[in-house]
């Protein structure tokens, strides 16, 4: 099993590049993610963001039913001038420290992110490509990128000759202090899937509404592309009330599921096997909370509601892996 949805982090630091806004550090989110990564600032300050990557390549290490994450990058907004835009960024890890990082560890893949509004946008789609990516990252209500804009064509079009799979948050977004949630509407896929871009939903648009709709719905109606595909992650946390059940229902989607975890938030009491009373018992929440690995633990919890692996497609199948992966 490969984990397609696992985060890092990094503040100021080393000239890693790397940084959280301001407004983002002042939030309780802050120092959420700092304990669900289990690292504190002094330590990232002293021995570096690469900390982090490190000790999930550890904790992975230890899983009996995960074998492989994809770490994922992120990029920033982008100005007018096709530049970062640093004072509407919140939360930056550049595709270069992010690679350089993952290269060390054997059961780590690099998951690029580039906004595609940016000058030389294209440029760094071959620069990541050729620095080992296997899929890239959006999220559209951060990074402020509508996925309809027909000015991404030629963006899409090289995504697609390069093999790279595009893993796109879909729903509402609720981890940074300001979202424009309409960017991530299902419905705005249809340009990358119509042009034969490989489409991965994340979350599964399991929560917020566009056009009077719920997000989930929408998403449904693009089962029609055969490019089109679902990650599974965040959908037991405490904030995702019977979102996984409602997305297990749906035979028609079955074959097209991706495991993710969303880590570090399956680290965190948020993804606590006690907010299913109704459909847990007591056992068996008690059983799924003492296991200690936060992959296993998150596949012990979404197998007893419901998840079965031949509803899971093989990642191998549809991430760019790397030929030195080949043996995987």
Same mark, same amino acid.
């Given at each position: 099993m490969i984990d397609i949805h696992c985060h890092t982090a990094g503040i100021e630091e080393g000239g +890693?590049?790397?940084? $959280? +806004?301001q407004r983002l550090r002042r939030s309780f989110r802050y120092r959420f993610f700092l304990? @669900?990564?289990? $690292?504190? !600032?002094?330590e990232l300050l002293s021995e570096g963001n690469g900390l982090i990557i490190q000790r999930i390549s550890q904790a992975l290490a230890r899983s009996q039913r995960v074998f492989a994450a994809v770490i994922l990058a992120m990029d920033g907004v982008v100005s007018n001038d096709g530049e970062l835009d640093t004072a509407r960024t919140e939360m930056y890890l550049p595709n270069e420290f992010v690679a350089g990082e993952v290269r060390r560890y054997p059961n780590l893949l690099f998951g690029a +992110?580039?906004?595609?509004? /940016? /000058? %030389? @946008?294209? #440029? #760094?789609? !071959?620069?990541? *490509? %050729?620095? &080992? *990516?296997?899929?890239?990252?959006w999220l559209p209500p951060i990074q402020h990128i509508d996925p309809a804009d027909r000015r991404l064509v030629p963006f899409y079009l090289r995504l697609k000759e390069l093999g790279l799979p595009l893993l796109s948050h879909t729903g509402s977004e609720h981890s940074f202090t300001h979202s424009r949630n309409e960017l991530g509407d299902p419905e705005r896929l249809r340009l990358p899937l119509?042009? &034969? $871009?490989? $489409?991965?939903a994340a979350h599964a648009a399991g929560s917020g509404r566009n056009q009077g709709e719920s997000n989930f719905d929408r998403l449904y109606r693009l089962q029609e592309y055969h490019n089109f595909y679902v990650d599974i992650s965040a959908l037991t946390q405490l904030n995702r009330p019977g979102q996984l059940r409602r997305l297990l229902q749906c035979r028609e989607l079955h074959g097209r599921l991706l495991y993710g975890s969303d880590m570090p938030l399956v680290n965190s009491i948020i993804a606590t096997p006690f907010a299913f009373p109704l459909r847990l018992s007591l056992l068996q929440m008690l059983e799924i909370s003492r296991i200690h690995n936060p992959w296993d633990r998150d596949l012990a919890l979404k197998e007893a509601l419901g998840l079965r692996m031949e509803m899971l497609v093989d990642a191998r199948c549809i991430l760019k892996m790397p030929p030195t992966r080949d043996s995987w």
């Open positions: +890693s590049g790397c940084f $959280v +806004s304990k @669900a990564f289990d $690292v504190t !600032e002094q +992110s580039i906004n595609p509004l /940016r /000058r %030389d @946008a294209l #440029r #760094r789609l !071959e620069q990541v *490509a %050729d620095d &080992g *990516a296997v899929l890239l990252k119509s042009l &034969g $871009v490989t $489409v991965i």
